[in-house]
């Protein structure tokens, strides 16, 4: 199987939280991140979190991390339009850093 | 600070062709990343310099791919011959040192269509 798995698609009202889901099988990964990709665009780091955290705040983004289940969550507050984007989901074990790559679930706001 | 640049932004070729795609990263970056995304998949690296020397290029596919960056700075990733399945987007990406691997700035990318 995969080594980063992530729902395909999410779609949202505008103004409600959307939460994000994704689940690694290394359990030697140091750091997960979240990536944000516009259509056209390169990827966006948005966040990373160490892997001896358990939470990570910043703005409307809080990512919660189970270690003992390998599952990594994004939770956007007050999502907005702007916010319709592929969101990837990743790790990388300490050393390389090189991060491993989901496929991406794709966020859709609607009015 | 300008941020990772890449031409061309699109390509089409026909299989057994060859093609070029440039990549200037970030101003002081010392290492540069490639990375080919399929459709509907995450991107997958295909080598990464520290400065002008290769640090892995494990995943490139040698018989057809091959990248430099001789002066540390700029990098060109060339495919010759081209085949169907090379079609993706190529995202060149910059980090301040290898160990900053973690805190990476992409490029727009070029996406490359082979018919």
């Known amino acids: 199987g995969e080594d980063v798995e992530q729902s395909l698609f999410l779609s949202v009202r505008e103004g409600d939280s959307s939460v994000i889901n994704c689940t690694y099988t290394?359990?030697?990964?140091?750091?997960l991140y979240w990536y944000k990709q516009e259509p056209g665009a390169g990827l966006q780091l948005l966040t990373y979190?160490?892997?001896?955290?358990d939470m990570k705040q910043d703005q409307r983004l809080t990512v919660l991390l189970n270690k003992k289940d390998k599952h990594l969550s994004l939770r956007i507050a007050d999502t907005q339009t702007g916010d319709s984007a592929i969101y990837f989901c990743?790790?990388?074990?300490?050393?390389?850093?090189?991060?491993?790559f989901g496929r991406g679930t794709s966020l859709i706001v609607h009015p | 600070e300008a941020g990772v640049a890449q031409s061309p932004r699109y390509k089409i070729i026909e299989k057994r062709q060859s093609v070029a795609f440039w990549c200037n990263p970030i101003s002081g970056h010392a290492t540069l990343y490639w990375y080919q995304q399929i459709l509907g998949q995450g991107p997958k690296l295909l080598i990464q310099?520290?400065?002008?020397?290769?640090?892995?290029d494990s995943q490139l596919p040698k018989d057809r791919f091959s990248a430099e960056r001789l002066k540390g700075v700029d990098s060109t990733l060339k495919i010759q011959p081209a085949k169907l399945e090379d079609s993706a987007v190529y995202l060149c990406?910059?980090?301040?040192?290898?160990?900053?691997?973690?805190?990476?700035?992409f490029g727009p990318g070029t996406r490359l269509t082979v018919t």
């Open positions: 990406a910059s980090s301040p040192g290898q160990e900053f691997s973690y805190e990476q700035y």
């Open positions: 979190i160490f892997s001896n955290m």
């Open positions: 990743a790790e990388s074990e300490g050393g390389s850093y090189i991060p491993t």
């Open positions: 310099f520290q400065n002008n020397g290769v640090v892995d």
């Open positions: 290394d359990s030697s990964s140091t750091y």
